[in-house]
Nanobody, 127 residues
Framework: QVQLVESGGGLVQAGGSLRLSCAHSARTFSIYAMGWFRQAPGKERSFVAAITWGAGITFYEDSVKDRFTISRDNAKNTVYLQMNSLKPEDTAVYYC????????????????????WGQGTQATVSS
């Protein structure tokens, strides 16, 4: 099984930055990609960004493309989400997810493409 441990959430003013991290503990599985999703109060869980583990190909939701950066450190088994120029509408619980299989690029934005999920970390952006 794959365990995902998230950290980096917190409270920040609009325009500020947060850096989320998610470490995976895969022992027998080979991870294809890791992604970040978020869920705001009263909203559905939505895609933020993803990265393939091997080649480091990235995918972003349009609303965060110019502000967020996803990256990974293979040696640390960790994926990061650098969030800059934060807006109040970015306030959400952010979830890390791991996919074991390549289901196609369009599936990268779908929660159903991911097999394991972290516990979530709260990011709050004040106005």
């Amino acid at each position: 099984q794959v365990q995902l441990v998230e950290s980096g959430g917190g409270l920040v003013q609009a325009g500020g930055s947060l850096r989320l991290s998610c470490a995976h503990s895969a022992r027998t599985f080979s991870i294809y990609a890791m992604g970040w999703f978020r869920q705001a109060p009263g909203k559905e869980r939505s895609f933020v960004a993803a990265i393939t583990w091997g080649a480091g190909i990235t995918f972003y939701e349009d609303s965060v493309k110019d502000r967020f950066t996803i990256s990974r450190d293979n040696a640390k088994n960790t994926v990061y989400l650098q969030m800059n120029s934060l807006k109040p509408e970015d306030t959400a619980v952010y979830y890390c997810a791991a996919a074991l299989f390549n289901s196609g690029d369009y599936m990268m934005s779908r929660p159903s493409a991911y097999n394991f999920w972290g516990q979530g970390t709260q990011a709050t952006v004040s106005s």
